[in-house]
C-alpha cells in the first residue's frame, strides 16, 4: 500500500518509475521488518544496490532504525520510517530533481492511485499501527499505534478503485476489528446520513461499490459478530481472516494474545449457524519459547474442533526488539519444523474435506489468468496468493478481470477444478 501510494505521487511529479533497478537514476527501497527473515531480505538488497553503485532512498520499517542503518550504510541518500510518504517524495525530488509533467499529473488525480496488484483487485489500508502489545511483534514500535483513517476517505477511495477496475476490494489493518477506537468512534456524513467511524459501518458504506469485499486481519471480538449477518446478507464477502496464532492458554498469555481457544470456538459455532457459508482464514505460530509437546496438541485438537478453511503456520523466529526473546525455553530450528509439519498435515485432510462440499455446485469465479481453453481464478472463499485457487475448463473467450459461472468437478487438499459455464453476463 505505502509503496503503490509512492510510486502514484512520483508519477504525479513527473518521474519515470520502472520496474527494475538497472539504469534508475535514484531507488526507492520499501524495506519490512517484521520477521528476521524480511528484516536480512531488506538488508542484502540496501547492500547490493550500494554495491552496483545506485543512490538509495530507504523507508519502511527498518526506516525507524535510523541509526543503525546510517551507521552500516553511511553512503544512503534518505531514510524515512513506516508509512511516511511525504518525506519520500520531498527527498527524491531534493536528491534527483525534476520538473513535473502537466500530462501526468492530470492522469492520476483525487484518490486513483497506481496499483502494483492485478487491475481487477485492490487493498485498501483503513489504519496504521496498532494498540496491542503482542511479545512476538515489533509493529507498535516501528508503525506506532492505531491510527485510523477517515470513513468518507476510505469511501472516495473505494470508488477510485473500481472506477480503475477493481472487481474486488480487500480491507487490510494491523487489527482491522479497532477500526475507529483512535477517534472515539466520531459521526461522520455518509451520503447526507451521520453514521459511526467504526469497522460495522464503514463494511456498510463499502457494500456493493465493488462486487466483492473482503476482510483481512479480524480479531474475534464481539464487535465481529455484527458482521456475520451482513456476510449473510451477500453485502460483504463471507470470509474472514482472523490470525489467532496458537489455542493453549500458556502460549496465548505468554504472546499476549487477546483471545481464548474455548471463546474463539464458541463464538465460530454462532457464526457458522448465522452463514453456512463462512470461510474462515487462520495463521499460528509453533515453536514459541516454552512451548510444550502438550501445548502443540491442544493446537491440533483445537484445529480439528474449528475446522478452518486455510490455515498458515509459521514457525517462530526472534524479532530484534521483541519481548518474547528474554522468554525462556527457545527450541531448535528441527522441533520447530517438526511441529510445523504436524499442522500442515492435520489441516491438509481438514482443507480437502472441507473443498468436497463445493462438488456438483455451480460457483461464481473471478478469473485471475487465462490462456488458450483454461483458466485459472478464484471463488469467494479464497484471497489472492495466500488461499487456494480454481482450475478452469472449457474457458475459451475468458478474459482475467472477469467474473464467470463454473461447475465444480472435482478438489484436492487446497484447490477446486471446474468447467466454466459462462460468463456472468451470458448467463443473465
Known sequence: ??????????????????????????????????????????????????????????????????????????QLEYISGPADVAPVLAAVEHYQPRPPAPDLMAQYTG??????????????????????????????????????????????????????????????????????????????????ESVTTDLYHLVQALGGIAPWLRLHYVYPYPSVDKLIPLMAE????????????HAAPGILKAMR???????????????????????????????????????????LDFLSEAQLDRVGCFTYSPVDGARANALDGHLDERDKLDRQESVYELQAGISASRLQRHIGSRMRVLVDSAEGD??????????????????????????????VWANITAADAHDLHGDVLGTELSLH
Open 374 to 403: 483454461t483458466a485459472q481464478g478464484r471463488s469467494q472463499f479464497d484471497a489472492p496468493e495466500i488461499d487456494g485457487v480454481v482450475y478452469l475448463d472449457q474457458a475459451e473467450g475468458v478474459a482475467a478481470g472477469e467474473f
Open 111 to 192: 484518490h486513483e492511485r497506481v496499483r502494483l496488484t492485478p487491475d481487477h483487485y485492490a487493498y485498501l489500508k483503513i489504519s496504521e499501527g496498532c494498540n496491542h502489545k503482542c511479545s512476538f511483534c515489533i509493529i507498535p514500535s516501528m508503525r506506532g499505534k492505531l491510527n485510523s483513517r477517515g470513513l468518507t476517505d476510505i469511501v472516495q477511495e473505494a470508488h477510485a478503485a473500481v472506477e480503475n477496475g477493481a472487481q474486488e476490494l480487500l480491507l487490510i489493518a494491523q487489527d482491522l476489528s479497532a477500526y475507529g477506537l483512535d477517534l472515539r468512534y466520531e459521526s461522520t456524513d455518509q451520503s447526507g
Open 1 to 74: 500500500m505505502d509503496s503503490e501510494h509512492i510510486v502514484t505521487s512520483l508519477l504525479d511529479r513527473g518521474y519515470d518509475v520502472v520496474d527494475a533497478e538497472q539504469g534508475c537514476e535514484l531507488v526507492v527501497v520499501n524495506t519490512c521488518g517484521f520477521i528476521d527473515a524480511a528484516r536480512d531480505e531488506s538488508l542484502q538488497a540496501i547492500d547490493d544496490l550500494l554495491a552496483q553503485g545506485s543512490r538509495v532512498v530507504v523507508t519502511g520499517c527498518l526506516g525507524a532504525e535510523r541509526a543503525q542503518l546510517t551507521q552500516r550504510f553511511p
Open 257 to 299: 494474545r487477546p483471545a481464548a481457544a474455548e471463546k474463539t470456538l464458541e463464538r465460530l459455532s454462532r457464526w457458522r449457524e448465522i452463514c453456512p457459508e463462512l470461510s474462515i482464514r487462520s495463521t499460528f505460530i509453533v515453536g514459541f519459547p516454552g512451548e510444550t509437546e502438550e501445548d502443540v496438541g491442544v493446537l
Open 234 to 245: 451477500g453485502k460483504v464477502l463471507p470470509y474472514l481472516d482472523m490470525p489467532l496464532q
